[in-house]
Structure formats: C-alpha cells, structure tokens
C-alpha cells in the first residue's frame, strides 16, 4: 500500500554510520519535500528530519538528510543504542493529493 | 510547548463508527493543518486526513468514502470520524500537527504528535 518503498531493516556496530533510502517518484519526491520520522518501541513517532535536510531544534546533528531525484537517504553517524527504532520518509505525492510515508526500516544496533 | 491530546473509544464492532478528539494546547490553532495518522499493529504509517482552522479539508482516497475530520475552532480541537469499520480498522490511531505549504514543491511535515490511542474493532 505505502507508495514509498525503504528496506526493511539496517544494522551497524555502536559508532558506525548507518543510511536509509527512501524510493518513491515524480509525484512525490521527485517534486515535493521530504521529511523523516523515528519511532522508538511503543511511542508516537518523532520528527526528525524536514524540508530535506533541516534538523529541528534538539535532534542531533549525528542525523542527516539528502534528495536526489525521486530518492532520499537519511544517514545516522555515530550510531548508539538508543537509536534503535523504526524510522520513516514521508512526503506530499501531487498526484494523489495525499500524504505518503515509506514502508519503514528497522534500525539494529548490534 | 505545543501538546496535543487525544481520545475516544478503544474498542468498536464492526460497522459502527469510529470517532477520535485531538486537543490543541500550547500553541496556535490557526497556520496549520491537524491531521490524524493511524498504524495497523506490527506495521506501518498511514496518513487518513487533515483539516486547517478554517474547515479546509484532504483525507487519503482510500478512505475517503468513510472518513471525516472536523475542527472546533472555540475549543482548538479537531476531530475524525471513520464508519462502517471492520477489523482491518484496528490501529494506533495518532493525530499531529502538520506544516504545509502547498505549491508547485509542496513543503510537509508533522512536527508534533499524539501518544497515540488504540481501537480495537472486534465482534
């Protein structure tokens, strides 16, 4: 169902840098903004990526976003344990007139 | 600090109504759309709908036959209404607030969150 496609789950020692991509297409990414969100085990999810790569105030700058084209990548540098969580991209698609998120990736801290 | 607090009914039999209130505290009612966001258990985000101060509505178009939002501007809440649910209908429902600014690139984000309410649709 999602329109945005990520893979499934990523993993990474403590202190690696971990990257997730996030697929979709003219209508969505191709032409509008990305966002990404954290959302740790039992909690609402959490902004921690707009416009494509601003950090909102309190997120670290450990997190990083990119787009090109009709992708977008979040990268996680200095990975830790409490980064475990499952993350997503989301955007507007203008075709649909409808917000869209990715089908999430599992981050594991090994 | 902007908060948003949510509820309404956990658990519903199929084919009745699902109906959701989100309180705005903190912050500005107006300059933002409030959307709602639901996930299925063990699965991912799926956007349901928004709603602006002045009425403005977007829901998802497969759910639009089912759902609507509306806004109560006196008491800065807005709230959804999902009929005919059946079991495919349970989910962590969670309202946000979004930042839109709608144009050729369209800017969106949610930014602040519910904690989320569980409904449960079970005969």
């Known amino acids: 169902q999602s329109v945005l496609t990520q893979p499934p789950s990523v993993s990474a020692a403590p202190g690696q840098k971990v990257t997730i991509s996030c697929s979709g297409s003219?209508?969505?990414?191709?032409?509008?903004?990305v966002s990404w969100y954290q959302q740790l085990p039992g909690t609402a999810p959490k902004l921690l990526i707009y416009?494509?790569?601003k950090r909102p105030s309190g997120i670290p700058d450990r997190f990083s976003g990119s787009k090109s084209g009709t992708s977008a990548t979040l990268g996680i540098t200095g990975l830790q344990t409490g980064d475990e969580a499952d993350y997503y991209c989301?955007?507007?698609?203008?075709?649909?007139?409808?917000?869209?998120f990715g089908t999430g990736t599992k981050v594991t801290v090994l | 600090q902007v908060q948003l607090q949510q509820w309404g009914a956990g658990l519903l039999k199929p084919s009745e109504t699902l109906s959701l209130t989100c309180a705005v505290y903190?912050?500005?009612?107006?300059?933002?759309?409030w959307s709602w966001i639901r996930q299925p258990p063990g699965k991912g985000l799926e956007w349901i709908g928004e709603?602006?101060?002045?009425?403005?509505?977007n829901y998802n178009p497969s759910l639009k036959s089912r759902v609507t939002i509306s806004v109560d501007t006196s008491k800065n809440q807005f709230s959804l209404k999902l009929s005919s649910v059946t079991a495919a209908d349970t989910a962590v429902y969670y309202c946000?607030?979004?930042?839109?600014?709608?144009?050729?690139?369209?800017?969106?984000?949610?930014?602040?969150w519910g904690k989320g309410t569980t409904v449960t649709v079970s005969s």
């Open positions: 989301g955007t507007w698609d203008s075709s649909l007139s409808a917000v869209v």
């Open positions: 709603i602006n101060h002045s009425g403005s509505t």
């Open positions: 946000a607030r979004a930042l839109t600014i709608f144009g050729v690139v369209t800017r969106y984000y949610m930014d602040v």
């Open positions: 903190g912050g500005s009612f107006s300059g933002y759309y």
């Open positions: 416009d494509n790569n």
């Open positions: 003219s209508s969505n990414i191709g032409n509008n903004y």
